[in-house]
């Protein structure tokens, strides 16, 4: 009795699998399915190239440029006298500035101009009182307002800085 439902079972069990030489039926991926696949694929495969062209990009771009030597231009001496401020000591303030511009093309159109600034530093110096100089910050300020004179005066050309050779005050 035993050995018969074994015998029923078998053949239940070949007829849910195909035989060796039947083909088995293959199950379809739905269209969406396929296209959402391939959507991302681009997208990614995009993404992906965006990325090394912009990387290479940016890594050959400091290879391409060329480090500019910095130009100089020498400004003559300028002394003058500071403002009083009711003391009868007069002091005065000798500047020696050297002015940094960003090609050298650039110094033979300020030649011509050098008057203009020389004015510029010698009306704005002489309204100077000894306070205005003190500490790092006073000399910071006044770089930076030298530089701004500047470059009113130049315009539309453009220096980089002001740089200062030697500073007396007495």
Avoid: C, W
């Amino acid at each position: 009795m035993a050995s018969k439902p074994k015998k029923e079972e078998a053949p239940e069990a070949e007829a849910e699998e195909p035989a060796e030489g039947e083909a088995q039926p293959k199950k379809k991926l739905p269209l969406k399915l396929i296209i959402t696949a391939a959507a991302g694929v681009l997208v990614l495969g995009g993404v992906g190239a965006g990325g090394y062209f912009m990387l290479r990009h940016k890594e050959s771009k400091p290879v391409e440029a060329a480090v500019k030597p910095a130009v100089f231009i020498d400004v003559p001496e300028v002394l003058v006298n500071l403002s009083n401020t009711g003391t009868d000591r007069t002091q005065y303030l000798k500047v020696k500035v050297v002015l940094e511009v960003p090609d050298a093309a650039l110094k033979e159109q300020i030649a011509p101009v050098m008057p203009r600034v020389m004015d510029t530093f010698q009306t704005y110096l002489r309204e100077l009182r000894p306070t205005d100089l003190e500490g790092s910050a006073g000399l910071y300020r006044l770089k930076e307002e030298l530089t701004r004179r500047v470059n009113t005066a130049i315009s539309p050309n453009r220096i980089t800085a002001v740089l200062f050779k030697e500073i007396v005050v007495q």
